[in-house]
């Protein structure tokens, strides 16, 4: 019986052993999951965070499009003024030019006109002239008045 008494205290013993060792694996499980949590929360937190910034930046992104798309038409406004204003100007320069040179072209038509009647004025007189001087005899007529 002291065999059987042996074996038995040997099995206690080992049993006793395997609940220590039992309750380790356990208390190491538990502290595994209790890390495989806090992992899966900082992965989940980090998620939640990558998507934050991914929305945020895309916000950004939609608002700067926006941005550009007004200082886009804005510049475009400003350039349509711009070439307006410059157009309803070279187009008051073109009547300007066209009425200075109306008024010249008027002007140098009267002047003309002028000098022609002086023309015809002249050649006038000098056909008057000759045909007096073929009708009248001037010698005769000279000698009759100094004579």
Known sequence: MASAEQDCIEIKVDVGILKNQ?????????????VIDRLMENQNKMSDDIYDDMEKKKQDTVADIKEL???ITTV???????????????????????????EHNKKEDNELKKILEWK???AGGIVV???????VNILSSLGKVFG
Not at 22 to 34: F, I
Request: aromatic share 6%.
């Open 69 to 71: 798309h007004s200082r």
């Open 22 to 34: 039992v309750a380790m694996l356990t208390q190491l499980c538990n502290k595994m999951d209790a």
């Open 120 to 122: 015809w004025a002249v």
């Open 129 to 135: 002239f000759a045909w007096l001087l073929s009708h």
């Open 76 to 102: 475009d406004r400003n350039l349509s003024d711009k070439i307006e204003l410059t157009e309803r100007r070279i187009m008051d320069e073109i009547k300007s030019l066209r009425t200075d040179i109306n």
